[in-house]
Every structure is written in C-alpha cells, then in structure tokens.
C-alpha cells in the first residue's frame, strides 16, 4: 500500500492571518457552501490557496462532488 501525501492549502501571510481571525465554525460553513457553477449548487470545498484582494480573504479550490474549479470569497467584518 503507498503512503498518500496530503497536499496542504497554500496561504499568503495575510490570507493566513485573515483565516485564523475567523471562528472555527465559521471556517466549516464557509468550506461547505461553496456555489459550484458546474453543480449549479452550495458544494464542499476542496481547499487549494487563500489569498486577499483588498481587505476580502479569497480561498479558491475544487468543488469535492464534481472537482470543478471554484472559489469563495469572505469579505471583512466591517
């Protein structure tokens, strides 16, 4: 049996420290609703990068049921 490597998701510095402010069950619903344009539905998210645009924190992956590229963004509290 092969060892599987776990890829983990690649943060900018301020992406990380952005996603650490955030509420662990906050985190969960946010991973799990993702709009996949390929299911047309709230989908899981496979999390690949986070990175800011501007003040809002932009985590992009693939949809876990069809594997399609999606992405979610988490404006700031203000």
Do not use: Y
């Amino acid at each position: 049996m092969k060892n599987a490597v776990i890829q983990l998701p690649k943060f900018t510095e301020d992406a990380r420290k952005r996603w650490n402010q955030i509420p662990n069950e906050f985190r969960v619903m946010v991973l799990d609703n993702v709009f996949c344009h390929n299911c047309r539905t709230g989908s899981p998210l496979q999390l690949h990068e986070a990175k800011m645009a501007g003040s809002s924190l932009v985590l992009k992956g693939v949809c876990k049921i069809c594997g399609s590229e999606a992405a979610r963004v988490v404006e700031p509290d203000e």
